[in-house]
């Protein structure tokens, strides 16, 4: 009988967990996983040397959940973008294990699975926003930590100004959720030369209103992390300066090729009234 107790192994423990979640959760698009696969390797290679369970349950089933909900899209766009969300996650899993935040072992499974976890309820899948505790506490397993940071940090839509204010302020109390939303955003910033203008100064104003603050206090209130919000402040000031020169120097040739195109306008225009002159005049 005590040889029937004896314990399971990590290895047993991840496979009991996802053997509990079903086969078919797991199912993924492998004709784009290159494009993923070495990230999401070094990733899952770190937890299953650090031992985290929550990692390495994350990783599959937001692989599979994110690529089961990329086959309901038509669009090549959409299907990208699925695919783009789901490398975002990794990078930022990645950079929290770059970064070696001095957390302990919990804590890391924790932060981990919960950066990865944290692009399904803004993506339309099947874990929502409405049943994210039922889904991954219930249903997945999961330490009922990786939904409450995951729910902490995810922004709900038309939001005004002084709600943002309150959700940020709620991060900042969470360590981890304040650690997870700074490197998430750390990542972002690396897009800020790929997309629209209008788009990256709205990704500037919220860097400096709100998440370069919330590196202060992180300094403040977590000291034992100071150096690694350190790293990623600085990170976020450098692209968001060069971001701010490039696009100054876009908009200035911007007005002043709309001012050169209103200028061959009028010159076209005037030119049509002259040879209609000089038709008139045969």
């Known amino acids: 009988m005590e040889n029937m107790m004896c314990e399971m192994s990590f290895q047993e423990k991840v496979q009991a967990a996802l053997d509990r979640m079903g086969a ?21 290679n770190h937890a299953e040397e650090r031992e985290l369970l929550h990692v390495l349950l994350a990783l599959p089933l937001v692989r599979g959940i994110m690529s089961q909900t990329m086959d309901t899209v038509k ?67 999961f330490d009922e930590n990786v939904a409450k940071i995951v729910r902490l940090i995810t922004r709900a839509n038309g939001m005004s100004e002084v709600e943002t204010r309150v959700f940020y302020q709620n991060i900042q109390q969470n360590k981890l959720a304040l650690v997870l939303r700074l490197a998430d955003r750390g990542n972002l910033v690396e897009r800020l030369y790929g997309i629209s203008s209008w788009t990256a100064h709205e990704y500037i104003y919220e860097t400096r209103t709100y998440f370069f603050p919330m590196c202060i206090y992180a300094k403040e209130h977590y000291p034992e992390i100071s150096g690694q919000i350190g790293v990623l402040m600085e990170k976020m000031r450098c692209h968001i300066e060069v971001s701010e020169i490039l696009l100054s120097r876009y908009e200035t040739r911007e007005q002043q090729l709309s001012q050169e195109i209103l200028f061959l306008k009028e010159e076209n225009s005037r030119i049509r009234g002259i040879i209609k002159k000089l038709q008139a005049q045969e």
């Open 24 to 44: 078919g959760v797991f199912d993924y698009d492998r004709s784009v996983e290159e494009q993923y696969k070495a990230k999401y390797q070094a990733v899952k």
């Open 75 to 141: 669009s090549p766009a959409d299907k990208n973008r699925y695919l783009a969300y789901f490398q975002h996650c990794l990078s930022v899993a990645q950079m929290l294990i770059d970064l070696n935040f001095n957390l302990t072992k919990q804590e890391e499974d924790i932060a981990l699975a919960a950066a990865i976890c944290h692009i399904l309820p803004e993506n339309e899948t099947s874990v929502n926003f409405d049943n994210l505790e039922d889904k991954l506490t219930g249903e997945y397993g």
